[in-house]
C-alpha cells in the first residue's frame, strides 16, 4: 500500500507529532509513504489527476529524526505520481494555520481529496465531512446536552450580554483557529481589559464564547475515537490528560500544557456514544475529543494529536492500530470493487 500524507508544509513537520508517528508505523508494516502539501496538485488537461510526492528515496526508517531528515534534507526526491497509484490519502493538515498567509492554501485538501475519492482513492477523514468541520460551527451540530453553553457573535455587545447572563465567566477564542492561540477566559462583563481582549481574538473572524467550566483547571482529556468508537487495547485507552501551564487557561501541547495518565470513564464513554452518530454520518475515520466534566469542548476532525504522549504514558503506540484501520479499509474496497462510497468505507 502506498500511503500519501497530506500536510501543511514539510518543514513544518516535527517528530512529536501524530502524523510522523503514523508514518513510521506505516513504513514498519511494509508500506510506502509520501507527503504532499497544498501546492502539490496537478490536474492535467486528460482529467488526470496527479502530486508531486515528497518521497523517502526507497528508505524505511525507524525513528523520528531519521524520517524527516528525509523528507526535510537537501536530498529530498521529490516525484510526480498520477493519484490512482496512492491507495490511501490521509488528511493531516490544519486549514487554520492558513487562514492568515494562504488562504489559496485552506480548502485544498479537502477539494482536491473529492477528487481523488472519485478516482477511487480512500480519503480520510472523508473530505466532504470535512468541508463541512472548516471552523467551530460544526460542533454546534452535536447534541446541546454534551455541549456548553455557547454564543457566536462579532459583536461585543451580545458577548457583555452571555457574560451577564452566565456570571461564572467565559472563554472567548476565534471560531477558525486552533493550537490555544487567542484563547481568553473572561470573568464577567465588566472585565478591565475586554475591549482589547475583542479586539485581538476578533482579528480573524467570528467569535465563540463558551461558559467556563471550573473543572477545567485541572484540564481537559482528549480521546481518540476511530471508525466512530474510542480506541483502545487491552484495556488501555488511547486517551491523555492535558494539563494546562500554572497560569494558563489553556490545556493545548502547543501552549506548554503536559501530558498525564487520564482515567476513563463509563460516563466519558457514554459522551462519545452520543458523538457517533455524527460523526459517522461525516466519515470521520480519526477523531480526537477534548472532554471537561460532562462536556465536550472541540472535537478535532483535521490533525488530532497526542500520540506520542499516550506511548510515553502507557507504554502503547496506537499509531499501528489506525494503520491495521486503513489496510481493512483496501481490503474492503478491494471486495467490493470500489462500489462502497468513500464516506461510509472511511468508518468501517
Not at 5 to 21: L, P, R
Request: hydrophobic residues 45%.
Amino acid at each position: 500500500m502506498r500511503m500519501a500524507f497530506f500536510v501543511n508544509s514539510i518543514e513544518g513537520e516535527a517528530s512529536y507529532y501524530t502524523t510522523t508517528w503514523l508514518a513510521l508505523a506505516a513504513l514498519a508494516r511494509g508500506h510506502e509513504v509520501c507527503y504532499v502539501t497544498p501546492g502539490d496538485f496537478v490536474l492535467r488537461q486528460d482529467d488526470s489527476l496527479l502530486i508531486r510526492a515528497t518521497t523517502l528515496r526507497g528508505t524505511k526508517p525507524k525513528k523520528a529524526e531519521t524520517l524527516l531528515a528525509a523528507l526535510q534534507g537537501k536530498h529530498a526526491e521529490i516525484v510526480t505520481l498520477d493519484l490512482r497509484e496512492v491507495q490511501v490519502l490521509f488528511l493531516r493538515n490544519d486549514p487554520s494555520e492558513d487562514a492568515d498567509t494562504r488562504p489559496w492554501a485552506v480548502y485544498v485538501g479537502t477539494n482536491f481529496g473529492r477528487l481523488a475519492a472519485a478516482r477511487g482513492v480512500i480519503v480520510v477523514n472523508d473530505p466532504d465531512g470535512l468541508s463541512l468541520a472548516q471552523n467551530k460551527l460544526y460542533f454546534q451540530e452535536f447534541p446541546e446536552i454534551i455541549r456548553p453553553t455557547s454564543l457566536i457573535s462579532r459583536s461585543i455587545e451580545e458577548i457583555r450580554s452571555f457574560l451577564a447572563d452566565h456570571p461564572g465567566g467565559a472563554i472567548l477564542k476565534p471560531l477558525q483557529g486552533s493550537g490555544g492561540k487567542n484563547v481568553f477566559k473572561i470573568d464577567s462583563k465588566d472585565e478591565t481589559n475586554l475591549n482589547q481582549i475583542f479586539e485581538v481574538a476578533s482579528d480573524g473572524g467570528y467569535l465563540i464564547a463558551q461558559t467556563y467550566i471550573p473543572d477545567a483547571v485541572a484540564g481537559d482529556i482528549r480521546l481518540f475515537l476511530l471508525n466512530g468508537k474510542p480506541l483502545e487495547r487491552n484495556g488501555v485507552y488511547a486517551a491523555f490528560r492535558r494539563v494546562p501551564a500554572k497560569g494558563d487557561v489553556r490545556s493545548n501541547m502547543h501552549a506548554s500544557g503536559t501530558a498525564e495518565a487520564a482515567t476513563i470513564t463509563p460516563e466519558i464513554l457514554e459522551i462519545a456514544e452520543r458523538l457517533r452518530p455524527k460523526l459517522i454520518e461525516d466519515g470521520m475515520f480519526l477523531v480526537g475529543l477534548d472532554i471537561v466534566g460532562d462536556k465536550v469542548l472541540e472535537a478535532n476532525v483535521f490533525t488530532p494529536g497526542g500520540l506520542p504522549e499516550i506511548a510515553a504514558i502507557h507504554g502503547v503506540d496506537f499509531s499501528e492500530d489506525i494503520i491495521i484501520a486503513l489496510e481493512n479499509k483496501l481490503r474492503i474496497q478491494e471486495l467490493y470493487r470500489g462500489k462502497v462510497q468513500n464516506r461510509t468505507l472511511a468508518i468501517l
